[in-house]
């Protein structure tokens, strides 16, 4: 019997939701370069297009780019997000790397 694999009953866009959730609870974006509340949207990531872009239009010294990622531990890799917290998950269940690796395609 064939019951899937955990990366595929998850989505990009539903981890980009939980990131953004667990980073923003209240729902107030802020810079995370100089912490103002004076951002706006600003399209979306190229290589994921779930992750939201921000730009802080608060001061001179500020007016940085920034997105959902920016300062995590997720930040700058190529592997979608969903790779890295189906990984997270498993190793919560103390799978063995051979085994997430096995799960998601990954190299040991």
Known sequence: MNIGRIFDLISNETCFEMISENRWPDGTVLCPHC??????????????????????????????????????????????????IACLYLMGLNVSNSQIAQELDLCQ
Not at 54 to 66: I, M, Q, V
Not at 72 to 79: D, M
């Open 35 to 84: 912490d103002s509340e004076n951002v706006k949207k600003n399209g979306h990531n190229n290589v994921q297009v779930e992750c939201q872009r921000y730009y802080c239009k608060y001061c001179k010294s500020c007016k940085r780019y920034f997105d959902d990622l920016t300062n995590t531990v997720f930040a700058g890799h190529q592997r979608p997000l969903k790779v890295w």
